[in-house]
Every structure is written in structure tokens, then in C-alpha cells.
């Protein structure tokens, strides 16, 4: 591919610009409201299995989750970016999602079971 991206989407990277960035599936063990973020946000704890263990994640998905319908998902997240503070919180990973029509965050998912802690490819 060459010649500039189309408006809109990132650069072109090398694909091992792509391994750099570790995304894993996996299981939301619980999930509470964070009313401490400036936008409506859930804090999430995520087990991505005995590597890399439990996180904590804050994500802004009230629109169209509730916390008990999180807990027991599978979700993607990246779990190497450094942790970033989040008011008086520690988020430790990024939980993905895509945007709806109306720009709300819908969470990427899985749709047949895998184990907790595999990675992207």
C-alpha cells in the first residue's frame, strides 16, 4: 500500500509495530460504579488468566452496560500500556470497544468461548 491513508485512518505501520501492542481477552470479575470520573464510567477488575493475572480498568460503557451484565463477560483490552490514573483510581489496562451511531462505546467481544489471557493475532 502507498500514497497517504484515507482521511480518517491511521498511518500505515509494519506489522511488528503491531505485535508491540499486546491485546488479550479477558473476563470481567466484577464491576462497580466510578462516580469520581468526570464522564460516567464503571470500574472494572478483569482476569486475564495466571500470566498476567488480574487488572483494573476504567471504562466510560454506561450507556449500554450495566454492571451486572459485565460481570462474567469476555472482553478484549490492551494490558501493556503503562497504568494511568483516572481521578483516585489505577486504570491498568485499555478495555476496547468500538462506537455506535450515536458515538457510544460498544465492547469488543468474542463469539465462541477461549480461554482468558490469549492474544490478539
Known amino acids: 500500500m502507498s500514497g497517504p491513508a484515507p482521511e480518517g485512518v491511521a498511518p500505515t505501520i509494519s506489522f511488528d509495530d503491531f ?4 491485546i488479550r481477552v479477558g473476563q470481567v470479575v466484577s464491576a462497580e460504579a466510578f462516580p469520581q470520573a468526570r464522564k460516567p464510567a464503571f470500574k472494572l477488575a478483569i482476569d486475564f488468566g495466571p500470566d498476567i493475572g488480574v487488572k483494573k480498568s476504567s471504562a466510560q460503557i454506561t450507556v449500554h452496560y450495566t454492571p451486572d451484565q459485565l460481570v ?3 472482553v478484549a483490552a490492551v494490558v ?3 497504568p494511568r490514573q483516572i481521578g483516585p483510581f489505577m486504570s491498568e489496562v485499555l478495555t476496547l470497544g468500538f462506537p455506535d451511531a450515536a458515538g457510544e462505546v460498544v465492547l469488543v467481544g468474542v463469539d ?3 480461554p482468558v489471557g490469549g492474544r490478539l493475532f
Open 19 to 22: 505485535l508491540k501492542v499486546d
Open 112 to 114: 465462541r468461548e477461549v
Open 80 to 82: 501493556n500500556f503503562p
Open 72 to 74: 462474567g463477560r469476555k
